[in-house]
């Protein structure tokens, strides 16, 4: 058995499933099937003896997110790599390589998106690990899907002549972009196109040599950044150069370009969860083709997706509608414009609109928040902190704070006091005072805090102290 080092690719930002998918919680920590996140998922997939420990890339403002998300699976050995911007697949997959082969210079590796769906895992295992026994020297094997369909949403991979006995392995004729409808149904007539997945496998000389020849710079920048990573309590940081990479896929950068590039079918459900058409085929329909999730009502009503959250949704007497009611956001859209959700996320980001960067409820190390009211000059949040677990000392310049506490106890830390509060006991933090609160018992702690100042942002905080290197 051929040992495989998987590495994660997490940094996506999952614009086609807005309003659910933002920027501080894209869809890959999202709990879309069941009541993991399709990142979990990804992860339980490699948690069997032929893989390595995994290597997860990501977003700086998600790692704790995802170490959380790791811990709860059980996962001690991982390690997360943190990337100073976003650059695409291309210099992710350059940097993950330069780092294993410090310690493992022949290394097989598999590189997976973090955010796809594929229902047999045990299949999946399978097929992996039989592209690891018959991958060719010098050679990187995509994997295509079998299309079920012509699908407008995909790149496709066009097969040639197959180099093993059995077929498995074909080479690469070439990459196609994401065609129109009537160009799909063609590829799909045609046999030999299969979707692209997005997952790559490989050894390090491999890599290593189709990055020299067809994108050094990526590779260089990559290399530097892995010299000059620090540890960061449990993350690796990329130094500053991965930022000097090019932001293209690993398919503009390379795989359109080796002629080393071999394709393996897998005839297994997948999807890579890439808009609200391809979420809802994963979802369960009712007698009038309707997929929901939530408190929701069809009535004469066929063929739509509808996704609510903390309300009643009511669809009647339409079809074919995509309905997304969130907190603070409500999508509506026709199926046949579910791959441009991405363009409405566009015109929002033009307008500077928080929508498409945070949801009401925000993740943070020691537990949660969400904005309950917000005005100009006043910010009302519920907080949630775990047990043992303490904010960061800190203080705020153009605001000052109320606290309540709703259930649990608190301490509190204000200039030199120290309090306990109780349930439905309040304290006052004025403007420029430092302060702090933890949660010293065994049960979540819940307060209310109320800001009021000229400046209420997430920017307005000199932190003094943290127990999560945010100092």
Not at 204 to 218: D, L
Not at 250 to 265: F, N, Q, R
Not at 308 to 315: A, G, I, K, N, Q
Request: with cysteine; charged share 20%; proline share 4%.
């Amino acid at each position: 058995m051929r040992m495989i080092h998987p590495i994660i690719l997490a940094g996506g930002a999952g614009t086609r499933l807005w309003p659910l998918s933002r920027a501080h919680y894209p869809k890959q920590l999202l709990p879309l099937i069941d009541k993991q996140s399709l990142l979990q998922h990804s992860l339980q997939r490699v948690m069997t003896p032929e893989f390595a420990a995994p290597l997860v890339l990501c977003r700086n403002e998600h790692r704790f997110t995802i170490a959380e998300q790791l811990r709860e699976l059980g996962v001690e050995q991982a390690t997360i790599m943190l990337e100073p911007e976003g650059r695409n697949t291309a210099a992710s997959i350059a940097a993950a390589t330069a780092y294993i082969a410090q310690h493992s210079p022949d290394a097989t590796i598999l590189a997976l998106p973090a955010d796809h769906y594929i229902e047999d895992a045990t299949r999946w295992r399978q097929a992996m690990q039989s592209a690891a026994q018959a991958l060719p020297q010098g050679h990187i094997v995509t994997f295509g899907i079998a299309p079920a369909y012509s699908e407008t949403g995909y790149g496709y991979i066009q097969a040639g002549s197959a180099i093993s006995p059995d077929g498995a392995l074909q080479n690469v004729q070439a990459f196609h972009e994401k065609p129109d409808s009537a160009t799909a149904q063609q590829y799909v007539q045609a046999g030999n196109y299969w979707w692209n997945s997005g997952m790559f496998l490989f050894d390090v000389p491999a890599m290593r040599e189709a990055f020299h020849h067809h994108a050094p710079e990526i590779w260089n920048a990559a290399t530097r950044s892995v010299e000059t990573a620090t540890a960061d309590l449990d993350f690796i940081r990329l130094g500053a150069a991965f930022c000097d990479a090019a932001n293209i896929s690993i398919d503009y950068a390379v795989m359109e370009h080796t002629d080393k590039a071999l394709v393996m079918p897998l005839l297994l459900e997948w999807s890579d969860i890439g808009s609200w058409d391809a979420l809802a085929a994963t979802m369960p329909h009712d007698a009038s083709g309707n997929a929901h999730h939530g408190d929701v009502l069809t009535l004469d009503a066929h063929n739509n997706v509808v996704h609510s959250e903390d309300m009643l949704t009511v669809l009647q007497g339409v079809e074919n509608m995509i309905v997304v009611s969130t907190k603070d956001a409500v999508l509506v859209t026709h199926k046949h414009a579910a791959q441009q959700v991405g363009h409405v996320v566009a015109q929002l980001k033009a307008q500077h609109r928080s929508e498409i960067e945070m949801h009401r409820t925000e993740f943070r190390p020691w537990g949660h928040y969400e904005r309950v009211f917000a005005s100009e000059h006043a910010l009302v949040k519920k907080l949630h902190i775990n047990p043992r677990a303490k904010l960061s000392l800190q203080r705020h310049r153009h605001r000052a704070e109320h606290w309540v506490v709703i259930e649990g106890q608190a301490v509190v830390h204000c200039e030199d006091e120290v309090q306990i509060l109780q349930a439905n006991q309040s304290m006052y933090v004025p403007q420029g005072a430092s302060h702090r609160i933890e949660n010293a018992g065994d049960t979540p702690l819940i307060i209310i805090e109320v800001q009021s100042g000229s400046h209420l942002s997430e920017a307005d905080i000199e932190r003094l102290e943290d127990d999560f290197g945010r100092a």
